[in-house]
């Protein structure tokens, strides 16, 4: 047994002063605070408010919505290359993800699911494990059922209008490991995709979508629950014209997810963000490329190309995903928004695990959970990443 200690704990829900937290096996077998409960003998103890004065203690980041970092991209990485992708987001306070794809011509996101679905296949297994590192949890599809006017910079020439038949084929491919699909809902057929995918488990989000509110509510009833990098690749917002973004900014049914790097959307507008969602409805992504952690340059996604300079990831001078990091993310609407350190950790765990329908064991810390957990600074600064309870070196 190992038992960890801390200034402060967040559930993420409840904040814990002078917290115990107990680790047998790699799950979390019990979180106290230090005056209620007794350290038994045989314990392993670990003060973490020695060498870290203000240690805090959190779930680890969860991030849904990422295409890659540390120079990889998730659509081409080779299961040799992945262990650098997820040692590199373990530094950042990630200890699960979903690789996200970009649309590409079929056989080739064929190909990159079934790669993905491997090396999720391999670290989620019940005797498996890949050390103490971030894990990639699902498959999200970002694509190809996405709309031509909102599409961002996913190739037009690989967009194609939602079938059965299609989603079946990338169902196939990565093997059930879906668990999380963007689309826009006015396409001809989405609603028979979305509830299909709704009906499979899969977190339906809309996005990358021009709909008008009656065709974001249809989806919603068909099934959907998130919205996707809210703002960015949506018809924008009009008083008259209200649009998918009302449906988003207003349904109490709907989670939705938001770039916070003050460059995809104004800290203003995150701010209106996070106050129409609230602390259980919002949800940060990084929606990061290769060119996360790396220096300027041209990277790749998916099957373009994207050059990064002074922390601007275009293609064409459109935006193309981020560099961001969910660290980071964390810190920025607590400046942004006024948001407390505890509930912008909420966004990036609790929220996003729920979002995605992962029922327990990932984004809290509580009693039979993994204990996949981060040590911040009060500042925000990540200082330690367990994963089922390993430190990551
Ligand atoms: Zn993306």
């Known amino acids: 047994m190992i038992v960890l200690c801390a200034n402060r704990l967040y559930t993420p829900q409840d904040e814990i002063q002078n917290p115990l937290l107990f680790i047998e096996d790699g799950l979390i077998s019990a979180v106290s605070s230090r005056a209620q409960q007794e350290i038994p003998n045989h314990a392993?103890?670990?003060?973490?408010?020695?060498?870290?004065?203000?240690?805090?203690?959190?779930?680890?980041?969860?991030d849904i919505h990422m295409h890659g970092g540390a120079g990889l991209d998730v659509m081409r990485a080779s299961?040799?290359?992945?262990?650098?992708?997820?040692?590199?987001?373990?530094?950042?306070?990630?200890?699960?993800?979903?690789?996200?794809?970009?649309?590409?011509?079929?056989?080739?996101?064929?190909?990159?699911l079934e790669r993905l679905a491997d090396a999720i296949a391999a670290v989620t297994g019940p005797s498996n494990h890949n050390g103490a590192q971030a894990r990639p949890l699902g498959i999200h599809l970002e694509g190809p059922f996405l709309s031509h006017k909102r599409r961002g910079v996913h190739p037009p020439?690989?967009?194609?209008?939602?079938?059965?038949?299609?989603?079946?084929?990338?169902?196939?491919?990565?093997?059930?490991?879906?668990?999380?699909?963007t689309i826009a809902p006015e396409l001809p057929g989405a609603l028979d995709v979305i509830a299909e995918a709704?009906?499979?488990?899969?977190?339906?989000?809309?996005?990358?979508?021009?709909?008008q509110l009656e065709a974001a509510r249809a989806a919603v009833r068909a099934g959907a629950r998130h919205a996707t990098h809210t703002f960015n690749a949506m018809r924008p917002l009009d008083h008259r014209d209200p649009g998918i973004l009302a449906e988003v900014l207003t349904d109490r049914q709907l989670t939705a997810d938001i770039i916070a790097d003050g460059i995809h959307v104004a800290p203003a507008v995150v701010q209106l963000f996070l106050k129409a969602k609230g602390i259980e409805r919002s949800v940060l992504i990084t929606d990061a490329t290769a060119a996360?952690?790396?220096?300027?340059?041209?990277?790749?996604?998916?099957?373009i190309q994207v050059s990064v300079k002074d922390g601007k990831c275009t293609m064409d001078g459109k935006l193309a995903g981020s560099v961001l990091t969910m660290d980071n993310a964390v810190r920025n609407i607590t400046q942004f928004a006024g948001w407390t350190l505890q509930d912008a950790v909420r966004a990036a765990t609790l929220n996003p695990a729920q979002a995605v329908g992962f029922a327990h064991g990932h984004g809290v810390l509580a009693p039979g959970a993994e204990a996949n957990l981060v040590v911040l600074s009060p500042g925000g600064e990540v200082r330690r990443?367990?994963?089922?309870?390993?430190?990551a070196s």
């Open 44 to 62: 392993t103890v670990v003060d973490l408010t020695k060498d870290l004065p203000g240690a805090i203690l959190a779930p680890g980041f969860v």
């Open 292 to 303: 996360a952690g790396m220096p300027d340059g041209i990277y790749q996604l998916g099957p």
């Open 385 to 391: 990443t367990f994963v089922r309870g390993r430190l």
């Open 198 to 211: 709704a009906r499979r488990k899969v977190c339906v989000s809309i996005g990358h979508s021009d709909a």
């Open 157 to 181: 020439q690989y967009l194609v209008e939602p079938t059965l038949e299609i989603f079946e084929r990338l169902w196939q491919a990565a093997r059930g490991q879906v668990r999380m699909m």
């Open 79 to 112: 299961p040799a290359e992945l262990p650098r992708l997820n040692k590199f987001l373990t530094t950042h306070g990630v200890t699960g993800y979903f690789p996200t794809t970009v649309a590409a011509p079929l056989d080739q996101t064929c190909a990159a």
